[in-house]
């Protein structure tokens, strides 16, 4: 049986990473609003480790998104299936990634990509061609990780 994983990215600004990526895959910012309050009103958690972020609560330094197709519970808006889940750690980013998300551009055109993109906070770094074989852009997120747009 297959296990279940999410992938998982420090940043020093979780919910900001969280809506570049909601949109730049078409997911969808998950909503722990419900669970949150349900902790406050128990005593369970402090007001300090909460943040309000466009209506929604959020754990302080967490953000997660979700596929919009797949599962999630309704509970603590954490996602079933394919989920990335940012947090906030205290030092900032040093090397390249050894991990990283290629965006493909499905049936659109790849310029058309890349433009959505940056509109949305990403970089251009470079153009890679591999002829016959096709190209890409390696691109930075908001916060300077690399990742690919095919």
Known sequence: MALHWKLVVDC???????????????????????????????GHLGQQAVVDRHGRRLFRGLAGIRHPDDPFDPASGAGH??????????????????LHVDV???DGDLADLVTRLEALGATRVREVDQGP????????????NEFCAA
């Open 12 to 42: 020093t600004d979780a919910p900001a990473l969280a809506e570049f990526w909601a949109a730049a895959l078409e997911y969808e910012v998950e909503d722990p609003t419900a669970l949150v309050d349900q902790l406050l009103a128990a």
């Open 81 to 98: 299936g394919r989920r990335l889940l940012f947090q906030e750690v205290p030092e900032a980013k040093a090397g390249k990634n050894r």
């Open 104 to 106: 493909h551009h499905g």
């Open 133 to 144: 074989a096709g190209h890409w852009w390696v691109l930075r997120d908001p916060e300077g």
